[in-house]
């Protein structure tokens, strides 16, 4: 009952794009747009620690609230590239160390403008030596020293290092610009769609509109966003009338709904990728034939059908699909049982016998461990299953196990690549250490051309698709419901992006 | 042995038994896998982070060092603050108390009466068809648990008739909107209502048998006043302990019935506190909760030995 939904892994998070708002889904009643009224969205939640201070975003319903109140200077769109906010655009010096951002004009809730002095003072509140803020890992490619205020609308970061994908960075979740010496956040001040009415921790927060926008003013009146963590609750909220808009269902309970036509089911598509995590550096998968066997053992799509019930679509053993910069011309794998016995056969292990780590830290990671396992018998490699604990599971699974469950949620290529699959990189679950991959990166990020950067990109994946240690079987949506009355709810947008649980765009029919 | 000396007694071993709870309380939850600084960081498991985190949090330290420093500011009224928001735990436990101490009051409140009155008229109906059907149903919603009994009820009641809300979620005290305690109140009487008014039936039934109801009947005693007065104060002793006992039962049931119903309660911030590793309010909350189930059975045993000394003695 307590399932905690995180964010996708780190950096991640949101962004625009596909804009126009697809109004509402299926057999949605909202008709035109129309101001007024109160929206009540109700999310899986903290409880009664839950706080306001956006930079310490970690939860769905945290970023929910900091969406409604504060802007960053950039978010991810549909396709996870990075879409101006409050930076009007961004330039780069042709060492791609130096980065000039125009700001809009905007003002915070008490009038103030946003100014390039708070931009740095909120960058420079994550950075502190002392902070644990999940946007300080993307944003320490700043030096904060080198960096200026130009003017009070015109911000010059200096990097330490040439890096292309720095818009990346400005969108990463958390990056929320507050005003300068902002620390107490129990009324907090942003410069959001809404201003602050009111927050009970684990219970309720309500907003009203913010009428001087800059983005223009929400239909709105007002969004109260509530928390519960049992998901029958969530429905049952949205079936008798306590809320519209329910955030993170299953697809059990999407589908027994869908036909029934009382409330509206939204599909997020792209939204949260499943894979088996191999460790390259110990047997049995230290072997290459043995990583490229597993490739050819799995039923991609029977785990879509039984493991996502069928909401999701396969994958193909890359991280991104249809994401920009995403290598969609490599040929789709499909299981091949003698393709896998002819790899075994090569590597000596015919046979083979490994233990799988998996946990229910996220629903259908355990499913999906159990029905790998089953078809991994096909060709005579026994699995054998263990549970490890939910809690510490993302932990736990940086050293132990050879093979795991994973997931992710939606990041940009770039920010999956340079978290995950460096030498350097902290979390990096699959221990994918090689020189001349971290070469190919540093050599991306110091390339200003666009082309030649997503052909080193294709470079990158093609490597990881024929060698890596990740077996991206499946992307699957992210299931939202809402009442009919509600317009202007974008399913295009993957869940943490720009467009996903925006609801200054939403209206009340 | 005097009441007071009694009394005394039963005190002293509260004491021991709080005491007891808190060390096994800490035990326990220093032997779940992992802690706050893991939980804090969530699905982004940097390791250098989570060893800031651990320094910041204090968590470093060595287990008989946080468990005697954490007891000695206990005893001092001072119980922490949260690892993983900046509130103190007294401040969350005072913000949590409220719905749980009105689901309990109401329940408590209705208990009583209904399963009294129940059981009373059970008994003086013995083997009539008022008995048959009172004893039937309150054994068959007996057998329900609450998590089923409250999806049943919610199905039916909030979902498909709509005569009721669903659940609790929203802003504002619960007193404000009491259609919302309507099904988590009834979840929380129906099973101890039952279990009690078959004990008073029982109780009751043994009592109009015994002499002393027969010897004020031919005193010629109003009919009511042989019920009222005398059966029934020996009918309720063992429904009193029993009463305690739901007491204690309820604080447990209030938990499942706030996850059901979305109810802010104690039972909600301890699951939260226990899935974040938030070692101080998982203590704190225990420590509550145990000084509380202490107190309750205390005082039914003491109402116990005032209202029938000799069954005391007998042990």
Same mark, same amino acid.
């Given at each position: 009952m307590t399932r905690r939904g995180f964010?996708?892994?780190?950096a991640a998070a949101a962004f625009v794009g596909?804009?126009?708002?697809?109004?509402?889904? &299926?057999? &949605?009643?909202?008709?035109p747009p129309k101001p007024g009224g109160r929206l009540r969205a109700v999310f899986p939640g903290g409880g009664a620690?839950?706080?306001?201070?956006?930079?310490?975003?970690?939860?769905y319903a945290e970023v929910a609230r900091a969406k409604a109140l504060f802007d960053k200077l950039a978010d991810y769109g549909s396709d996870m590239s990075p879409q101006p906010r409050l930076a009007e655009r961004w330039e780069s010096s042709p060492d791609l160390r130096t980065w000039r951002v125009p700001l809009r004009e905007a003002t915070f809730h008490d009038g103030r403008p946003v100014r390039a002095a708070d931009v740095l003072a909120s960058y420079a509140r994550i950075l502190r030596p002392d902070s644990t803020r999940r946007a300080k890992a993307s944003l320490s490619v700043i030096d904060l020293q080198g960096?200026?205020?130009?003017?009070?609308?015109t911000v010059e970061f200096r990097l330490k290092r040439p890096y292309a994908e720095f818009p990346n960075a400005l969108a990463t979740l958390g990056a929320y610009i507050v005003p300068e010496?902002?620390?107490?956040?129990?009324r907090p001040v942003g410069s959001g769609p809404f201003r602050f009415t009111s927050f009970e921790p684990g219970r309720s927060f309500l907003v009203a509109r913010n009428?001087?926008?800059?983005e223009g003013a929400p239909l709105l009146d007002e969004l109260e966003i509530l928390v519960s963590n049992d998901e029958a609750a969530r429905v049952n909220a949205l079936l008798g009338d306590q809320a519209d808009y329910a955030h993170d269902l299953t697809a059990t309970t999407a589908r027994s709904h869908e036909a029934a036509g009382q409330i509206n089911i939204h599909r997020l598509p792209l939204s949260n990728f499943h894979s088996l995590a191999m460790?390259?550096?110990?047997?049995?998968?230290?072997?290459l034939e043995v990583r490229q066997a597993f490739f050819h053992l799995v039923d991609r799509e029977e785990l879509v059908r039984s493991v996502l019930q069928g909401s999701g679509e396969v994958a193909? #053993?890359?991280?991104?699909?249809?994401?920009?910069?995403?290598?969609?011309?490599?040929p789709q794998r499909r299981q091949d049982l003698a393709k896998a016995k002819e790899l075994l056969r090569r590597a000596d292990a015919e046979n083979l016998r490994v233990e799988l780590l998996t946990s229910e830290?996220?629903?259908g990671l355990r499913e999906a461990a159990l029905a790998f396992a089953d078809q991994a018998k096909l060709a005579g490699v026994t699995i054998d299953v263990t549970l490890g604990n939910k809690d510490t599971y993302w932990s736990d699974i940086g050293e132990q196990g050879s093979i795991v469950s994973y997931r992710s949620g939606a990041m940009p290529i770039e920010s999956h690549l340079s978290q995950r699959?460096?030498? &350097?990189?902290?979390?990096n679950n699959t221990k994918w250490q090689r020189p001349e991959f971290d070469a190919l990166y540093q050599q991306a990020q110091s390339t200003s051309d666009e082309n030649a950067r997503a052909g080193l990109y294709r470079e990158m994946q093609r490597t990881l698709f024929e060698e890596?240690?990740?077996?991206?079987?499946g992307v699957s949506d992210w299931i939202v419901a809402s009442a009919n009355?509600?317009?202007?709810?974008? #399913?295009g947008a993957p869940a943490n992006?720009?467009?996903?649980?925006?609801?200054?765009?939403v209206w009340l029919g | 042995m005097s009441i007071p000396g009694y009394i005394a007694r039963r005190v002293l071993l509260g004491f021991v038994q709080v005491f007891l709870v808190m060390v096994v309380v800490f035990f326990l939850t220093e032997a779940l896998p992992g802690d706050a600084a893991v939980t804090i960081a969530g699905?982004?498991?940097?390791p250098a982070v989570i060893a800031l985190l651990r320094e910041q949090l204090g968590l470093n330290a060595p287990v008989w060092e946080r468990l005697g420093g954490w007891m000695l500011a206990a005893s001092q009224g001072d119980f922490g603050r949260s690892l993983v928001g900046p509130r103190s735990v007294l401040d969350i436990i005072g913000s949590s108390v409220g719905p749980t101490l009105l689901l309990a009051a109401l329940t408590l409140a209705l208990i009583v009466p209904v399963s009294l009155g129940l059981g009373v008229l059970a008994a003086n109906r013995e083997g009539r068809l008022t008995d048959r059907l009172i004893t039937s149903t309150t054994l068959g919603l007996y057998s329900v648990p609450e998590f089923a009994m409250g999806i049943l009820l919610v199905t039916v009641?909030?979902?498909?008739?709509?005569?009721?809300?669903?659940?609790?979620?929203?802003?504002?005290?619960l007193l404000s909107r009491p259609a919302v305690l309507v099904l988590p109140v009834l979840v929380l009487l129906l099973r101890p209502i039952c279990s009690l008014s078959r004990l008073v039936r029982a109780g009751m039934i043994d009592a109009l048998r015994s002499g002393y109801v027969r010897q004020a009947r031919r005193a010629g005693l109003a009919p009511l006043r042989v019920q009222f007065a005398h059966a029934l104060p020996n009918a309720v002793v063992p429904a009193m302990q029993q009463l305690a006992r739901t007491t204690d039962w309820l604080i447990g049931g209030v938990i499942v019935v706030e996850a059901i119903f979305v109810v802010p309660g104690l039972g909600t911030t301890l699951i939260d506190a226990v899935s974040a590793r938030d070692l101080p309010v998982v203590q704190g909350l225990s420590l509550v909760l145990a000084v509380v189930t202490v107190l309750v059975n205390l005082v039914a045993d003491i109402v116990a030995r005032i209202l029938a000394p000799a069954a005391e003695d007998d042990r």
């Open positions: 964010l996708g892994f780190t596909m804009s126009g708002c697809a109004a509402g889904g &299926s057999g &949605s009643t909202a008709g620690d839950e706080v306001l201070d956006p930079h310490a975003t970690n939860l960096s200026r205020a130009i003017d009070d609308r010496g902002a620390e107490n956040f129990e009428p001087n926008y800059w460790k390259v550096d110990r047997p049995p998968f230290d072997r193909n #053993d890359l991280f991104g699909k249809n994401y920009q910069y995403y290598d969609a011309e490599l830290a996220s629903p699959l460096l030498s &350097s990189s902290t979390t890596g240690g990740f077996l991206w079987w009355r509600v317009g202007g709810i974008d #399913d992006t720009l467009d996903w649980a925006r609801f200054d765009k | 699905d982004d498991p940097d009641f909030a979902v498909q008739l709509g005569w009721l809300p669903p659940t609790a979620v929203g802003g504002g005290g």
